[in-house]
Every structure is written in structure tokens, then in C-alpha cells.
């Protein structure tokens, strides 16, 4: 599975941003997907993800009730909505796929190059 992530920018606080995830090769519906950030000086966190039939979700307590992860696996993507941004959610974005859903990127065998979101006070 080969992953891009696009859609990252500068956006004002309290703003919105909605990253994508597309997915090449075969078998991405058989994936569950996540997201990660990695901060300047900071390891790399987890934020989101979602299972490859997306009835089960996760999210950082540090997003939850502000971002949403979803997907369209007709699509061969994987969207992270993002609101109510903070400064704090700057970084660089990550998606990756695993063949389970979990918090440690560890699991992830696949990743994507990464899209910078950076929001200003």
C-alpha cells in the first residue's frame, strides 16, 4: 500500500482543515488507517483511526470532540476533519495503514510522506 496525504496548510485558530489520504495498491479496504502528528522536537503522536469498515474509531484525548476520521473505501482514501484548531495542533501529519487498529505507530507498516499543518494565534 502506498499512501499520500495532501490538504495541510496555515490556518488562523479556531479554524478548520480537512486532510486526505489516498491509497494505491490492492487490499486498502482490508487496512485500518491512522493518523499521526510529529511536532518540531517532539516524537511522533498518535491522533486518530479508524478500522478497515470504519465501525470502530479512536481518537487522542487531546482531539477528541474536535477532529473526525473517516473513510471511503470506494475511494481508496482516508480523511481527517480537523476543527478547532489550536496552536498545539501544529505539526507535520501522517497517515498509515495496519492491518489493526491501534495507538502505537509501531503497528503501522505503511506511511505516508506527511502534509504540515501549522496554525497560527
Known amino acids: 500500500v502506498q499512501l499520500q496525504a495532501s490538504g495541510g496548510g496555515l490556518v488562523q485558530a479556531g479554524g478548520s482543515l480537512r486532510l486526505s489520504c489516498a491509497a494505491s495498491?490492492?487490499?486498502?479496504?482490508?487496512?485500518?488507517m491512522g493518523w499521526f502528528r510529529q511536532a518540531p522536537g517532539k516524537e511522533r503522536e498518535f491522533v486518530a483511526a479508524?478500522?478497515?469498515?470504519?465501525?470502530?474509531?479512536d481518537y487522542a484525548d487531546s482531539v477528541k470532540g474536535r477532529f473526525l476520521i473517516s473513510r471511503d473505501n470506494a475511494k481508496n482514501a482516508v480523511y481527517l476533519q480537523m476543527g478547532s484548531l489550536k496552536p498545539e495542533d501544529t505539526a507535520v501529519y501522517y497517515c498509515?495503514?495496519?492491518?489493526?487498529?491501534?495507538?502505537?505507530?509501531?503497528?503501522?507498516?505503511?506511511w505516508g510522506q506527511g502534509t504540515q499543518v501549522t496554525v497560527s494565534s
Open positions: 498509515a495503514a495496519s492491518r489493526t487498529v491501534r495507538r502505537s505507530s509501531s503497528q503501522y507498516g505503511y
Open positions: 495498491g490492492r487490499d486498502f479496504g482490508g487496512y485500518g
Open positions: 479508524i478500522s478497515w469498515n470504519s465501525i470502530s474509531t
